[in-house]
Structures are given as structure tokens and as C-alpha cells.
């Protein structure tokens, strides 16, 4: 008898979660709407922005519900938790980028570019709190820590497609937002790649730079040679990144037995 009440009150926080989950995503995506409007009419953009939003969001939002268990999203009836509201409001901020990429904004647009590199600024320094506020709380969950790279990889990506379709730097940038996609669809083949790689504070550093890099390449009026050396060296860094931690996984890649 005790089981299975424990087991109805565990459903029901887990229901009530999941409802603060749905209202804040709610709130949140009503804001990344009206982040996207107004990019819409200071830039003179067209329709495809709101739709390209709304797009992405519902994305996030059945991402999110087909990948994590509900006890994952809400165990115990609090929704996201302070953490995951910043990193929320965070991808209020994103989607919009993301949803540029589907206009696409015209090249040396300066407004437009403006925007960009505020809305990316202001999601960069809110990268920063919400693991502070996680430690703050004692909230910190794997789910957030997943939520919060996704997150990074998403907007890298599209800051990385903004940075091709608005300025003169050429289309290899988009390197710099594909490549941990790369890695990911390379564990396929090869499992050793999805090994867990130890904390690296270079790792962190080195992700935090690629945002800084495709935001110095947006500055209205950058010289074209100064994007270009500025984009190779973001992409130069994230590549030898990358080779130290593959060569770490291969090192520690689990023996196979053989009969």
C-alpha cells in the first residue's frame, strides 16, 4: 500500500513538473516571438523569420520531450528549476539567430548585425550564470549540463552560417558550428568517440572563444583580411581541440576480447 501511494504521489509531482515545464516554455518561447518580430521590422526582414522560429521552438520543445524522461524533466514537481530558466531564457535569445538562417539577412547589413551580436552577447553572459546559479542551488542535474551544451552547440552553429551569409568571410566558417556534429555522427562508426572525456577547463575555453570569434567577424565594418585571420584562428583552435581529445579517447578507448 505504501509503494504504490509513493508511487501515484511520484506521478503526480512528476504530472505538475511537467505543466510548470510547459507554462515556462510557454513564457519563453512568447519572448523569443518578440525577439524575432523585432528583428523582423528594424531589419526589414520578411515573414520566413517568424516561421523559422516557430519552427525551431517546437523542435526544442519535442526534442526535449523524446529524449529525456519525464522523471528526468521533472522528478520532483518543480518544473526547470532556477538553472534551467536561465538556460531557457537563454534559448529564447538563440532561436532567433537560428532563425535568421532561414531569411537568409542580406550581406553588410550593419542594423542587422547589431542585433546579432547583442542577442548572441547577452546569451554568451547567460551561459555563465546558469551554471552559477545551478551551484548556487544545488541544482545542477546531467540534464541541465546536456540541455546547456546543446544549447552552445546550436547557436555556434548558426552565429557560424550568420557569419558566412552576412560578411566576407567564406563558407568553410560554417566548420566551426559543424564540427561537434561531425564528432558526434563519427561515434557511429566509430564508438570509442562517445566515451566520456574528463572536466577540461581548455574544452570550456576554447567553446567560449568560438562565440567570441564569430562575433568579432559581425562587427559592422571589420575588414575583410581581419574576419578571415580572425575565423581561422577560431577554427584552427577548435580543430586542435578536438585532435587532443580524440587522441585521449583513442588512448583510453575500452580493449575489445576477441574469442
Known sequence: MESSTAKRCSAARIRTGLRVWAADGLVAGLLGLVVTAALMLHAELGPHAIIGFVVLWFMLGALLA???????????????GPANRVTLLRAALTAPLGALVFVPPATGDPLLALWVIALAGLALLLDGLDGAVARRTDSATAFGARFDMELDAAMILALSVLAWQMTAVGPWVILIGLMRYAFVLAARPWPWLAGALPPSRRRQTVCVLQTVVLLLILIPGLPASAAITIA??????????????IHWLYRHRPEVCHD
Do not use: E, I, N
Open 232 to 245: 581561422l584562428t577560431g577554427l584552427l583552435a577548435l580543430g586542435l581541440s578536438f585532435a587532443v581529445d
Open 66 to 80: 523524446t529524449t529525456t524522461p519525464p522523471d528526468g524533466l521533472a522528478r520532483d514537481g518543480r518544473g526547470p
